[in-house]
């Protein structure tokens, strides 16, 4: 096989894998995808004990801040987050997740890691490893942000 057809069959490959990117059937039926991108981004930053501003939102899914501004604006109307004052500067405001929010952050992990665990059940949790560092080695590659390195 040439490096081209490798290459061809990458490209293949994330096509493919698009569905880890999509609402879980029956559970989030109706949510709109943005939805669990921001979610998905507050959750994280918060188990690394990190506050969540817009402008994170912005760098982690590397749009403009007035394109996560309005992902914020609908995420919170449809009442999976909630904004407060930030304690660090009252000018500014910190994202949260309700409990609606993290429902749906913990059905969206849980449908994703589904795939991923059945996709692989025949590794080995080295070959698993190996995947997961040259993955997130691609992924931040890819991102055209630095917000996860």
Do not use: C
């Amino acid at each position: 096989m040439t490096v081209d057809q490798d290459w061809d069959r990458i490209d293949a490959s994330l096509i493919r894998m698009r569905r880890l990117l999509g609402n879980p059937r029956g559970v989030t039926d109706g949510v709109d995808l943005s939805a669990v991108f921001v979610v998905d981004t507050i959750a994280r930053r918060a188990k690394d004990r990190m506050s969540t501003r817009i402008t994170d939102i912005a760098r982690h899914l590397s749009v403009k801040p007035s394109t996560a501004s309005r992902l914020v604006r609908s995420t919170e109307a449809a009442g999976y987050i909630q904004r407060s004052a930030s304690p660090d500067d009252t000018r500014s405001v910190v994202l949260h997740l309700t409990s609606r929010g993290e429902e749906l952050n913990t059905s969206a992990r849980a449908f994703r890691a589904d795939i991923l665990r059945k996709a692989t059940v025949t590794w080995d949790e080295k070959t698993i490893a190996t995947f997961a560092r040259l993955l997130d080695e691609f992924s931040l590659a890819t991102s055209g942000s630095t917000a996860d390195r």
